[in-house]
C-alpha cells in the first residue's frame, strides 16, 4: 500500500509496540502521549512529535488512539481540542482502547456529522502481541472504512474481524475480557495447587499448557507467575477498567455473570494492595 502520515495517541506499553511496526513498513508517524518523554524512543527510530490532538487531527487523516479509559477517550475525540472538533472532512479515527460500547457508538454518530468515520478496534494480545505484530483486533464501524484500514491493520494484527457497526468491537472485547477474568484465576489457583503439591512448576506447564487446559495466559502469563515478574504487558488497573465495563453491560442485558464478578473482586483486592500499576499476572499475589 502507499505510505500514509499516521498519528497515533497513545505511546503505552502496547502503543510503543504497535507504532514500531507502522515505522517500518515506511509510514510517517506522529506522535503524542501526554508525557513527552515517553515518546522519545520512538522519535529516535524516527517518528515525530506531533503536539496536541488537535494538531494531529489538521495534519494527519489517519489517526490511532490507545489511551487509557473511557473519560480519556472521551476527552480526545470530544473535548474542545480533541479529534472531531479539529479533524479533517473524510478523516478516519480509530480507537484501539477498551472503552464502552455507548461511546464508542456515540463518537461515531457525532464523527458522521463532520464526515469523518471512526472505528472502535480493541485489541487482545498485550505487550507480547504487540510486539510480535499478532494482536487480535475486534473492529466495529463503518465497513468500507474497514476495509481502507485493513492494511495497516495487518501490520500489528494477525486475527482482524470485522464484526459490525458501531460499538460491536467493544462488545466482543467484553467477551474477550470475559474469558480472561475467569481462566486467570485458574491459571493461579493451578500453580498454587501444583506448588503445594511439592510439584516442578516449569514441568507442570509443560505438560499442562499444550493439552485441554492450554490457553494464551497459561503459556504467556504462567511463566511471568512463577519467577514472580510482574512487569506490565497490560495494567491491572487497566483491567479492572474492563471487567467493570463488561459487568455494567451485563447488568445493563439483565445477566448475572458470577465468574467475572469474583475476578472483578480479587482484581480490587490487589490493586489496593500495591499491583494496581503492575502485570495481570500480578493475581497471583492474592494467594
Not at 522519535?43 to 488512539?65: H, L, N, Y
Not at 461511546?103 to 502481541?129: M, R, Y
Not at 504462567?222 to 519467577?227: F, G, N, V
Request: hydrophobic share 40%; aromatic share 6%.
Amino acid at each position: 500500500m502507499s505510505k500514509k502520515k499516521i498519528g497515533f495517541i497513545g505511546t503505552g506499553v502496547m502503543g510503543k509496540g504497535i507504532i514500531s511496526h507502522l515505522l517500518a513498513d515506511g509510514h510517517l508517524v506522529y506522535v503524542f502521549n501526554r508525557t513527552k518523554e515517553k515518546t522519545l524512543p520512538l522519535i529516535d527510530k524516527g517518528a515525530v512529535w506531533g503536539g496536541s490532538p488537535s494538531s494531529m487531527a489538521k495534519e494527519c487523516s489517519v489517526i490511532f488512539t490507545m489511551v487509557g479509559f473511557p473519560t480519556d477517550v472521551e476527552e480526545v475525540y470530544l473535548g474542545p481540542r480533541g479529534l472531531l472538533e479539529n479533524g479533517q472532512s473524510g478523516s478516519v479515527f480509530v480507537d484501539l482502547t477498551t472503552s464502552t460500547p455507548t461511546l464508542a457508538k456515540e463518537i461515531a454518530e457525532k464523527a458522521a456529522l463532520k464526515n469523518i468515520t471512526v472505528l472502535d478496534a480493541p485489541v487482545s494480545g498485550g505487550d507480547i502481541g504487540a510486539k510480535n505484530g499478532t494482536l487480535s483486533i475486534m473492529i466495529g464501524g463503518d465497513e468500507k472504512a474497514f476495509q481502507t484500514i485493513l492494511p495497516i491493520f495487518q501490520l500489528f494484527g494477525q486475527n482482524i474481524v470485522y464484526h459490525g457497526p458501531a460499538g460491536l468491537g467493544q462488545h466482543v472485547k467484553m467477551s474477550n475480557q470475559i474469558v480472561i477474568a475467569s481462566t486467570m484465576i485458574g491459571v493461579c489457583e493451578s500453580l498454587v495447587y501444583a506448588k503445594e503439591a511439592g510439584l516442578d512448576l516449569d514441568r507442570v506447564l509443560k505438560s499442562i499448557s499444550n493439552g485441554a487446559a492450554g490457553s494464551w495466559s497459561l503459556s504467556n502469563l504462567a511463566p511471568r507467575m512463577i519467577k514472580e515478574d510482574y512487569d506490565p504487558g497490560f495494567y491491572v488497573r487497566h483491567f479492572i477498567k474492563d471487567l467493570k465495563i463488561a459487568l455494567t453491560e451485563a447488568e445493563r442485558m439483565d445477566m448475572t455473570l458470577p465468574g467475572l464478578a469474583l475476578a472483578h473482586s480479587l482484581y480490587e483486592d490487589i490493586a489496593l494492595q500495591g499491583h494496581d500499576k503492575n502485570g495481570t499476572q500480578a493475581l497471583i499475589t492474592h494467594w
